[in-house]
């Protein structure tokens, strides 16, 4: 079982900065080659995938309605995944999720508990 576990979230003024971690338990990351996506669901939508990482290497995938604002990144000294903004809208407000899937797997099957985000206009 991998286990997901995100920090960063909270209040942020519009325009201000955004930086969320992902850590897995036990180096799953690289134990795993796991790729790490991070999803927003704000309230009435549904969850949407916004940016996604292979630990395996290649180019991370951004989602088109956050290209430009949202980028992802991974730290393979501390094992963590994280999700940066340097420019919040208040329509960022949501709550974020780290989750993981193994190489072959169609859906992500690990899932971190979620972190709110809430952006002040």
């Known amino acids: 079982q991998v286990q997901l576990v995100e920090s960063g979230g909270g209040l942020v003024e519009t325009g201000g900065s955004l930086r969320l971690s992902c850590t897995a338990a036990?180096?799953?990351?690289?134990?795993?080659?796991?790729?790490t996506g991070w999803f927003c669901q704000a309230p009435g939508k549904e969850r949407e995938l916004l940016a996604a990482?292979?630990?395996?290497?290649?180019?991370?995938y951004i989602a088109d309605s956050v290209k430009g604002r949202f980028t992802i990144s991974k730290n393979i000294f501390t094992e963590t995944v994280s999700l940066q903004s340097n420019s919040v809208k208040p329509e960022d407000t949501a709550v974020y999720y780290c989750?993981?899937?193994?190489?072959?797997?169609?859906?992500?099957?690990?899932w971190g508990q979620g972190t709110q985000v809430t952006v002040s206009s």
């Open positions: 990482i292979s630990w395996r290497g290649g180019n991370p």
């Open positions: 989750a993981a899937k193994r190489a072959g797997d169609s859906e992500y099957k690990y």
């Open positions: 036990g180096r799953a990351f690289s134990t795993y080659t796991l790729t």
